[in-house]
């Protein structure tokens, strides 16, 4: 089935970068790995962030930590995403970043997780303008690749400075704001402010990302029309869709896009194993591609009965065989519902 056109667009420029189209894979935890960030650049995701990495981590460099921040060259361009709330360590991981080769570093703004918050890191760090404003501006002087940061809109309702942070960011020398539409207390609750997003966007020169509950191209599309934003990132969809990139793509690029069959799932699958087989043991491997499974399946007729056993074989070639039968015959009759509806209701950002 051939869905949507629209009118024609090209390149765009984010930051230093020129990029094909302006829709990007949002930074995950345990999810947007080397494996998977490179599997959503193959399915053209504009760029890619790796999940956060603790920058004080990154000074011990326990073998963890450092993992982390491992790449490939077909990820390019690839930013590699810090946290933390020291201003030694924030500006000597971004060094450390910078060494590894990395085309940008990312700092976590938006971390709503106690744990991070406590320390004043993650979107805790929202809350003082004035000495954010001196660790951006020393981690900008202490590199030369591009800073960026990723927000929330605020702490809470009375506290939504994400305007002020913004100019803050701007007069540090960072070079673009990716802001997820909802405050620290919002969690994952209630729905992205996409207004407050564009009223920011109007109000700064500076490039701004916006992020928050974009469930298909379509809307991915819109928000860059609607809001103005510079780029839009999608996260937890590009795991129930791991097409949207393409299919936003398409949509940019004035043609309509054509909806996923049986091979493309059955090819998405083979390359996530060899990716996932070339980073981590088989067993760990499996592990790790259950729940991928899981989200690709949902919607589909029997995913409910498909999950369960996914789950609970553990011989990880009969998992294999299981999914490449299920994506073999069932990739037409999706229930497109499943797409919209709230899942994994937490996060790092
Ligand atoms: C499981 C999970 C892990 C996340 N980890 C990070 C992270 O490491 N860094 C970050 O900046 N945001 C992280 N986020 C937040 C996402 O990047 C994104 O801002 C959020 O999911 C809203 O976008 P979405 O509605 O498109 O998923 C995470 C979100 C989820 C669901």
């Known amino acids: 089935m051939q869905m949507g056109s629209t009118v024609s667009r090209g390149a765009i420029r984010l930051g230093p970068f020129r990029l094909d189209h302006p829709f990007i894979i949002a930074p995950m935890a345990g999810i947007t790995d080397s494996p998977f960030r490179r599997l959503m650049r193959r399915r053209k995701s504009a760029l890619v962030v790796s999940e956060l990495v603790s920058a004080t981590g990154i000074q011990y460099a326990g073998k963890k ?64 303008p004035l000495g954010l404003s001196k660790v951006l501006s020393a981690m900008v002087r202490s590199v030369r690749i591009p800073v960026t940061i990723k927000i929330r809109t605020g702490w809470d309702a009375n506290s939504r400075n994400a305007l002020e942070i913004v100019r803050v960011a701007a007069d540090s020398g960072v070079t673009w704001v990716a802001i997820h539409g909802r405050t620290r207390a919002q969690g ?77 799932y059955l090819s998405l699958l083979e390359e996530q194993r060899e990716l996932l087989l070339g980073a981590y043991e088989p067993r760990y491997a499996m592990i790790h591609m259950r729940k991928f499974l899981a989200w690709y399946s949902s919607g589909f ?33 999706r229930d497109m519902k499943f797409l919209s509806q709230p899942f994994l209701m937490g996060g790092h950002g």
């Open 301 to 333: 007729p029997g995913c409910h009965e498909f999950r369960s056993k996914v789950f609970t074989i553990s011989d990880p070639e009969v998992v294999w065989d299981l999914a490449r039968l299920f994506f073999e015959k069932c990739t037409s009759e």
């Open 65 to 128: 930590t450092l993992d982390l921040l491992k790449y490939e060259e077909e990820e390019r361009p690839v930013g590699l995403q810090i946290f933390g709330e020291d201003p030694d360590h924030l500006c000597k991981a971004a060094q450390y970043v910078e060494r590894l080769g990395a085309d940008f570093v990312d700092l976590n703004m938006g971390c709503p997780v106690p744990k991070v918050v406590k320390r004043g890191a993650g979107s805790a760090m929202c809350r003082d």
């Open 188 to 264: 994952y609750s209630g729905l992205a402010d996409w207004e407050l997003i564009g009223e920011i966007k109007a109000k700064t020169a500076l490039p701004i990302i916006g992020n928050g509950d974009v469930s298909t191209p379509e809307l991915a599309l819109e928000k860059v029309d609607r809001y103005g934003v510079d780029a839009v990132m999608v996260g937890r969809a590009a795991l129930r869709n791991p097409f949207i990139f393409e299919q936003a793509n398409e949509l940019w690029s004035g043609r309509g896009y054509r909806l996923p069959d049986s091979g493309s």
